[in-house]
């Protein structure tokens, strides 16, 4: 990202895969970003949570007790990320991200969209380069502002739900 230099912006959508296992989870990263935490809170519970659970398949590390001591420890307010965590409009929130995804028909993580050009599956870095490379030159020759691109050429005149190649 620092490549670029304010020539690419990052979107994350919640995609609850196991459900049982990690829906307070994503509620949290709901209730890290109403106090301005959602990236520290993110990485903190890949390197705690998520980890170490893929490791031991302890469940503990993917529960309640640990989700809050995570928040804690990147310097959340305990009592309100634990009350926005709870909260219906975090439930909603992940919730409407799961609708948009299925318009598009995700079903998968991990899964990225680069200027319109869905990519399912992980990619080496040189992958990740070489797409954003290609769709900044297309963004590029359109003529349109780079701040105007997205909502004009990406979401004002593409695909708004995925086709199967049969249609």
Known sequence: MKEYDG???????????????????????????K??????YYMAFWDKA??????????????????LAIAKDIGTDPAKFKADMDSPECAGFVQADMAELAKFKVNATPAFFINGKFVGGALPKEGFKQIIDERLKVAQASGVSPAEYYSKEVMGKGLKQFKSAAQ
Not at 17 to 28: G, L, R, S, T, Y
Not at 35 to 40: S, V
């Open 35 to 40: 106090q301005g935490k959602f990236l520290e």
């Open 50 to 67: 998520f980890t170490p659970y893929a490791q031991s398949r302890d469940p503990s590390k993917l529960g309640e007790e640990n989700i």
């Open 7 to 33: 020539k690419v912006r990052v979107v994350f959508k919640n995609m609850v895969v196991h459900p049982q296992q990690v829906a307070k989870a994503h509620n949290a990263t709901c209730a890290a970003a």
